[in-house]
């Protein structure tokens, strides 16, 4: 279990998001608006899934979060290929799956997996932002963005292992004798 800090928690990062959010709220009711802002929400959750990655020094959440951001996004650009479906704006045959929800909806889930629900809830948030930005702007249908989060999230769940920190040892030494101290959190 990873313990954060009290203004990381699911609550506290809701709140943030909605905090950053809501000044904007007004600027967001134009669909370039809305489109605008989930594009950068969806470079935004591989970038703070990475910063936690920094924070715990885990170099095999990088490559997870990788792995699964662009596994979703190859699959989902595979059956683009394949189905050919029309977008709504009329700008394209490639509307079927969206590539951008299935790339936000793994990023969201490799968090998830790989630090639990305090990070969780805030990264599906955004990603479902995501979705959402994607049928507003008429780049896609809703069945086009449900396919999306449905290959983001399962690539994300197998592609992402559960964070183990590594153990904490401890020597200590003197005239009398020596120990070694290990501690392992879980």
Known sequence: M?????????KGALILVL??????????TKNSDIETAGNGMKFALPVAGLALNLVHKDTDGAWQLGASFLG????????????????PDHSGMDSFPSS?????FAAASSIQ?????????????????VGYSRVAADKHHWQDVAAGAVIGWGVG?????????????QAYGGTEGAALQATWHW
């Open 72 to 87: 979703a996004f190859g699959a989902s650009r595979l059956l683009k290929e394949i189905v050919q479906e029309e977008r």
């Open 100 to 104: 951008s929800t299935a790339s936000a």
């Open 19 to 28: 905090a950053i959010l809501y000044p904007s709220a007004p600027a967001l």
């Open 2 to 10: 990873v313990t954060s800090p009290a203004f990381l928690s699911s």
């Open 157 to 169: 769940q197998l592609v992402t292992s559960g964070y183990q920190p590594l153990p904490e040892i």
């Open 113 to 129: 997996v790989r630090y639990g629900w305090n990070y969780g809830l805030p990264a599906y948030s955004m990603a479902a932002f």
